[in-house]
């Protein structure tokens, strides 16, 4: 096997992984019952009226954006963009059902997994956007907001996750303090991430 094609299939295996690492952070989030990342907000809000399973109307969802972007901004959009609409949404119900099953304090449920949903989320998304090789829908969206105001990734992360999460309170969605958790911290925890996975991960990648 050639270096280039041994070069792609792990910049894949890296957004693959990152996709599922944000999935089981969204599904701490979930199990917490505190509330959503303001996506999971407006994905829980949209499965309920719906009367879908969450991690399947995150990938109907992701699919609508995906063709929206396609139509409007399609600067980013890679077959990579295509992996995540589905990685994260078949990870986080079967997460679900395993940290169900788990027997924890119910103080450590409710005040320390959102925390740690937090974290695992911007863990993920900085670990596998470090490699610039293509990005989720929603971080195409943040990117893009990015793009159009030359702001950060931060930027453009707080003004995404503050329409979703009024819209997911709109639509009756699941919210909390961590929902407020994520609106705060995500942007500025991968800001920080990203420059730290490219100098390692990023690095590994292109080898």
């Known amino acids: 096997m050639d270096n280039k094609t ?10 693959v992984i990152g996709q599922v690492i944000i999935g089981i952070g969204c ?36 699919f609508a954006v995906f063709a929206f972007m396609l139509l409007v901004y399609r600067k980013r959009l890679t077959f990579t963009t295509l992996i995540t609409v589905f990685v994260i949404g078949w990870t986080i119900d079967p997460v679900n059902i395993i940290l169900a ?11 320390v997994y959102p925390l740690i949903g937090c974290i695992i989320i911007s863990f993920g998304v900085a670990f596998y ?5 293509g990005a989720s829908i929603t971080d195409n969206v943040i990117l893009m907001i990015g793009d159009l105001t030359g702001k950060t990734y931060a930027f453009g992360c707080y003004i995404l ?9 709109l639509t009756g969605g699941v919210w909390g303090y961590a929902t407020f958790m994520s609106l705060i911290l995500n942007g500025k925890i991968i800001d920080t991430l990203i420059p730290v996975f490219t100098k390692s991960v ?3 990648a292109n080898k």
Not at 101 to 111: D, H
Not at 129 to 133: K, R, T
């Open 6 to 15: 041994m070069v792609l299939l792990k910049k894949y295996l890296i957004v």
């Open 27 to 62: 599904a701490f989030m979930i199990t917490s019952g505190q509330g959503n990342d303001p996506m999971g907000v407006m994905i829980s809000g949209f499965s309920r009226l719906a009367n879908i399973p969450f991690g399947t109307m995150n990938n109907i969802f992701s």
């Open 161 to 169: 996750y503050a329409v979703y999460a009024a819209i997911g309170l």
């Open 202 to 204: 990023a690095v590994w």
């Open 101 to 111: 099953g788990v027997s924890v304090p119910e103080a450590i449920v409710k005040f």
């Open 129 to 133: 956007l470090c490699i610039d090789f």
